[in-house]
Protein backbone atom coordinates (compact mmCIF):
# COMPACT_ATOMS: atom_id res chain seq x y z
CA UNK A 1 0.00 0.00 0.00
CA UNK A 2 3.19 2.02 0.76
CA UNK A 3 4.32 1.55 -2.81
CA UNK A 4 1.54 2.19 -4.28
CA UNK A 5 1.08 5.67 -3.12
CA UNK A 6 4.81 6.53 -3.15
CA UNK A 7 4.72 5.25 -7.12
CA UNK A 8 1.52 8.04 -7.50
CA UNK A 9 3.86 10.92 -5.86
CA UNK A 10 6.95 10.03 -8.42
CA UNK A 11 4.42 9.77 -11.31
CA UNK A 12 3.20 13.21 -10.30
CA UNK A 13 6.35 14.79 -9.96
CA UNK A 14 7.96 13.31 -13.21
CA UNK A 15 4.88 15.09 -14.65
CA UNK A 16 5.35 18.27 -13.26
CA UNK A 17 1.70 18.38 -11.91
CA UNK A 18 2.57 20.37 -8.90
CA UNK A 19 -0.90 21.38 -8.05
CA UNK A 20 -1.87 17.72 -8.20
CA UNK A 21 0.74 16.36 -6.22
CA UNK A 22 0.08 18.97 -3.58
CA UNK A 23 -3.09 18.39 -3.21
CA UNK A 24 -2.34 14.64 -2.81
CA UNK A 25 0.13 15.47 -0.54
CA UNK A 26 -2.37 17.19 1.72
CA UNK A 27 -4.52 14.31 1.10
CA UNK A 28 -2.21 11.61 2.40
CA UNK A 29 -1.54 14.06 5.51
CA UNK A 30 -4.95 13.77 5.79
CA UNK A 31 -5.75 10.43 5.82
CA UNK A 32 -2.50 9.65 8.11
CA UNK A 33 -4.07 11.59 10.79
CA UNK A 34 -7.25 9.88 10.43
CA UNK A 35 -5.63 6.91 10.92
CA UNK A 36 -3.67 8.22 13.74
CA UNK A 37 -6.83 9.34 15.53
CA UNK A 38 -8.67 6.10 14.70
CA UNK A 39 -5.58 4.19 16.45
CA UNK A 40 -5.81 6.28 19.26
CA UNK A 41 -9.77 6.02 19.94
CA UNK A 42 -9.30 2.51 19.39
CA UNK A 43 -6.37 2.24 22.06
CA UNK A 44 -8.64 4.51 23.70
CA UNK A 45 -11.75 2.20 24.27
CA UNK A 46 -9.49 -1.00 24.82
CA UNK A 47 -7.89 1.26 27.80
CA UNK A 48 -11.84 1.95 28.84
CA UNK A 49 -12.94 -1.41 28.95
CA UNK A 50 -9.84 -2.41 31.16
CA UNK A 51 -10.09 0.16 33.74
CA UNK A 52 -14.37 -0.77 33.08
CA UNK A 53 -12.65 -4.33 34.41
CA UNK A 54 -10.76 -4.03 37.09
CA UNK A 55 -13.39 -1.11 38.63
CA UNK A 56 -16.23 -3.75 38.83
CA UNK A 57 -13.24 -5.97 40.43
CA UNK A 58 -12.54 -4.15 43.05
CA UNK A 59 -15.98 -3.25 43.22
CA UNK A 60 -17.16 -6.63 44.24
CA UNK A 61 -14.07 -6.68 46.38
CA UNK A 62 -15.79 -3.83 48.46
CA UNK A 63 -19.35 -5.67 48.60
CA UNK A 64 -17.18 -8.76 49.97
CA UNK A 65 -15.46 -6.58 52.37
CA UNK A 66 -19.21 -5.35 53.29
CA UNK A 67 -19.55 -8.37 53.82
CA UNK A 68 -17.24 -9.52 55.98
CA UNK A 69 -17.79 -6.29 57.85
CA UNK A 70 -21.27 -7.05 58.82
CA UNK A 71 -21.04 -10.20 59.83
CA UNK A 72 -18.46 -8.23 62.28
CA UNK A 73 -20.75 -5.56 63.62
CA UNK A 74 -23.37 -8.50 64.22
CA UNK A 75 -20.82 -10.42 66.21
CA UNK A 76 -20.41 -7.74 68.23
CA UNK A 77 -23.87 -6.66 69.28
CA UNK A 78 -24.15 -9.89 70.44
CA UNK A 79 -20.87 -9.77 72.41
CA UNK A 80 -21.80 -6.56 73.99
CA UNK A 81 -25.41 -7.65 74.49
CA UNK A 82 -24.16 -10.44 76.50
CA UNK A 83 -21.63 -8.17 78.36
CA UNK A 84 -24.28 -5.33 79.14
CA UNK A 85 -27.01 -8.37 80.26
CA UNK A 86 -24.25 -9.11 82.85
CA UNK A 87 -24.55 -5.55 83.96
CA UNK A 88 -27.54 -4.83 84.53
CA UNK A 89 -28.19 -8.22 86.54
CA UNK A 90 -25.15 -6.52 89.06
CA UNK A 91 -27.59 -3.31 89.02
CA UNK A 92 -30.40 -4.98 89.73
CA UNK A 93 -28.72 -7.16 92.40
CA UNK A 94 -27.15 -3.97 94.08
CA UNK A 95 -31.01 -2.86 93.68
CA UNK A 96 -32.47 -6.29 95.74
CA UNK A 97 -34.53 -6.96 92.76
CA UNK A 98 -32.52 -10.28 91.65
CA UNK A 99 -30.47 -12.90 93.42
CA UNK A 100 -27.26 -14.33 91.85
CA UNK A 101 -24.22 -16.69 92.94
CA UNK A 102 -20.98 -15.30 93.89
CA UNK A 103 -19.53 -17.47 90.38
CA UNK A 104 -22.27 -15.75 89.03
CA UNK A 105 -21.85 -11.81 90.09
CA UNK A 106 -18.06 -12.09 89.22
CA UNK A 107 -18.57 -13.66 86.13
CA UNK A 108 -20.80 -10.74 85.15
CA UNK A 109 -18.62 -8.22 86.68
CA UNK A 110 -15.05 -9.17 85.14
CA UNK A 111 -17.00 -9.80 82.03
CA UNK A 112 -17.46 -5.92 81.28
CA UNK A 113 -13.73 -5.56 81.00
CA UNK A 114 -13.07 -7.70 77.76
CA UNK A 115 -13.72 -5.16 75.01
CA UNK A 116 -13.36 -5.92 71.50
CA UNK A 117 -12.31 -3.62 68.98
CA UNK A 118 -13.98 -3.09 65.40
CA UNK A 119 -11.80 -2.07 62.21
CA UNK A 120 -12.88 -2.22 58.65
CA UNK A 121 -12.20 -4.49 55.77
CA UNK A 122 -11.04 -1.43 53.48
CA UNK A 123 -8.19 -2.78 51.05
CA UNK A 124 -10.39 -3.05 48.01
CA UNK A 125 -11.59 0.54 48.95
CA UNK A 126 -7.40 1.77 49.24
CA UNK A 127 -6.60 0.41 46.21
CA UNK A 128 -9.52 1.84 44.19
CA UNK A 129 -9.40 5.07 45.47
CA UNK A 130 -5.81 4.99 44.74
CA UNK A 131 -5.62 4.20 41.58
CA UNK A 132 -8.13 6.90 40.76
CA UNK A 133 -10.39 4.64 39.33
CA UNK A 134 -13.32 5.52 41.85
CA UNK A 135 -13.07 8.79 40.44
CA UNK A 136 -14.16 7.92 37.10
CA UNK A 137 -17.19 6.12 37.84
CA UNK A 138 -19.73 7.66 35.49
CA UNK A 139 -22.59 8.02 38.38
CA UNK A 140 -21.11 10.86 40.73
CA UNK A 141 -23.34 9.27 43.40
CA UNK A 142 -21.24 6.08 43.60
CA UNK A 143 -17.62 7.68 45.12
CA UNK A 144 -19.12 10.13 47.14
CA UNK A 145 -21.31 6.87 49.12
CA UNK A 146 -18.19 4.89 49.35
CA UNK A 147 -15.73 7.63 50.34
CA UNK A 148 -18.07 8.79 52.70
CA UNK A 149 -18.58 5.48 54.42
CA UNK A 150 -14.70 4.49 54.60
CA UNK A 151 -14.12 7.84 56.12
CA UNK A 152 -16.70 7.47 58.83
CA UNK A 153 -14.62 6.64 62.51
CA UNK A 154 -17.78 7.14 64.86
CA UNK A 155 -18.04 3.41 65.65
CA UNK A 156 -14.31 3.27 66.20
CA UNK A 157 -14.37 5.98 68.29
CA UNK A 158 -17.01 4.73 70.71
CA UNK A 159 -15.67 1.17 70.94
CA UNK A 160 -12.05 3.29 71.94
CA UNK A 161 -14.16 5.14 74.59
CA UNK A 162 -15.66 2.14 76.13
CA UNK A 163 -12.31 0.44 76.33
CA UNK A 164 -11.13 3.60 78.08
CA UNK A 165 -13.82 3.68 80.54
CA UNK A 166 -13.28 -0.09 81.18
CA UNK A 167 -9.26 0.55 81.41
CA UNK A 168 -9.90 3.34 84.04
CA UNK A 169 -11.48 1.01 87.47
CA UNK A 170 -9.00 1.46 89.93
CA UNK A 171 -8.55 -2.35 91.34
CA UNK A 172 -6.56 -0.70 94.07
CA UNK A 173 -8.99 1.22 95.47
CA UNK A 174 -11.04 -1.78 97.01
CA UNK A 175 -8.94 -4.20 99.63
CA UNK A 176 -12.19 -6.72 98.95
CA UNK A 177 -10.68 -7.87 95.71
CA UNK A 178 -8.53 -10.85 95.38
CA UNK A 179 -6.18 -9.66 92.34
CA UNK A 180 -5.46 -13.78 91.05
CA UNK A 181 -9.48 -13.44 90.62
CA UNK A 182 -9.04 -11.36 87.52
CA UNK A 183 -6.41 -13.57 86.24
CA UNK A 184 -8.84 -16.52 86.31
CA UNK A 185 -11.37 -16.00 84.17
CA UNK A 186 -9.08 -14.91 81.06
CA UNK A 187 -6.98 -17.52 78.73
CA UNK A 188 -5.05 -20.40 80.66
CA UNK A 189 -1.69 -19.22 80.50
CA UNK A 190 -0.60 -22.17 78.86
CA UNK A 191 3.28 -20.92 78.74
CA UNK A 192 2.63 -20.71 82.82
CA UNK A 193 1.98 -23.53 85.08
CA UNK A 194 -0.99 -22.50 86.49
CA UNK A 195 -0.23 -23.91 89.79
CA UNK A 196 2.60 -21.62 90.05
CA UNK A 197 -0.01 -19.02 90.01
CA UNK A 198 -2.15 -20.93 92.56
CA UNK A 199 -5.31 -20.41 91.14
CA UNK A 200 -8.80 -21.59 92.66
CA UNK A 201 -11.31 -23.00 90.40
CA UNK A 202 -13.84 -20.45 92.54
CA UNK A 203 -13.61 -16.87 93.09
CA UNK A 204 -12.10 -15.45 96.34
CA UNK A 205 -13.41 -12.40 96.05
CA UNK A 206 -16.80 -11.79 97.84
CA UNK A 207 -18.84 -10.05 94.78
CA UNK A 208 -21.87 -10.10 96.72
CA UNK A 209 -19.85 -7.34 98.66
CA UNK A 210 -17.96 -6.04 96.21
CA UNK A 211 -20.40 -5.21 93.94
CA UNK A 212 -22.21 -2.61 96.40
CA UNK A 213 -19.91 -0.56 96.45
CA UNK A 214 -20.31 3.10 95.46
CA UNK A 215 -17.43 3.49 93.10
CA UNK A 216 -18.38 -0.28 91.54
CA UNK A 217 -21.67 1.01 90.94
CA UNK A 218 -20.98 4.26 89.19
CA UNK A 219 -18.34 2.41 87.06
CA UNK A 220 -21.20 -0.11 85.87
CA UNK A 221 -23.63 2.59 85.44
CA UNK A 222 -21.08 5.16 83.11
CA UNK A 223 -20.20 1.29 80.84
CA UNK A 224 -24.30 1.51 80.28
CA UNK A 225 -24.19 5.15 79.28
CA UNK A 226 -21.05 4.07 77.19
CA UNK A 227 -22.78 1.16 75.83
CA UNK A 228 -25.91 2.63 74.80
CA UNK A 229 -23.78 4.90 72.24
CA UNK A 230 -21.66 1.58 70.69
CA UNK A 231 -25.30 0.21 70.34
CA UNK A 232 -27.00 3.07 68.41
CA UNK A 233 -23.71 3.35 66.27
CA UNK A 234 -23.37 -0.14 65.96
CA UNK A 235 -27.00 -0.49 64.14
CA UNK A 236 -26.20 3.19 62.66
CA UNK A 237 -22.71 1.41 61.06
CA UNK A 238 -24.89 -1.94 59.91
CA UNK A 239 -27.32 0.11 58.14
CA UNK A 240 -24.99 1.91 56.08
CA UNK A 241 -23.59 -1.04 55.40
CA UNK A 242 -26.14 -2.58 53.65
CA UNK A 243 -27.23 0.28 52.04
CA UNK A 244 -23.61 1.05 50.48
CA UNK A 245 -23.76 -2.85 49.68
CA UNK A 246 -27.14 -2.87 47.61
CA UNK A 247 -25.96 0.48 45.34
CA UNK A 248 -23.11 -0.94 44.99
CA UNK A 249 -24.70 -4.40 43.09
CA UNK A 250 -27.53 -2.32 41.68
CA UNK A 251 -24.49 -0.23 40.05
CA UNK A 252 -22.88 -3.44 38.89
CA UNK A 253 -26.46 -4.92 37.64
CA UNK A 254 -26.71 -1.93 35.16
Known amino acids: MIKFFRKIRYDLMNRNKTAKYLKYAIGEIVLVVIGILIALQLNIQ ?16 IQADLKLEAERIDYLIAYYSTIMEGVQHIILFQQGKANYSNEELGQYFLNAFEYRKFSKFNTNYQTLYGSGLLQKIKDNSIPEAIISYYSRQFLEWSLEVYQQKAGSFNFNQSSTFVPLDKLRTSTNYQSIPNYRLELKNTFETDFKTFVKEPEVLNFLVGLLHQSALVFDNLSTYKASNLVLSKRIENYLNQ
Not at 46 to 61: C, F, R, S
Open 46 to 61: KEDAQEKIVTEELLIG
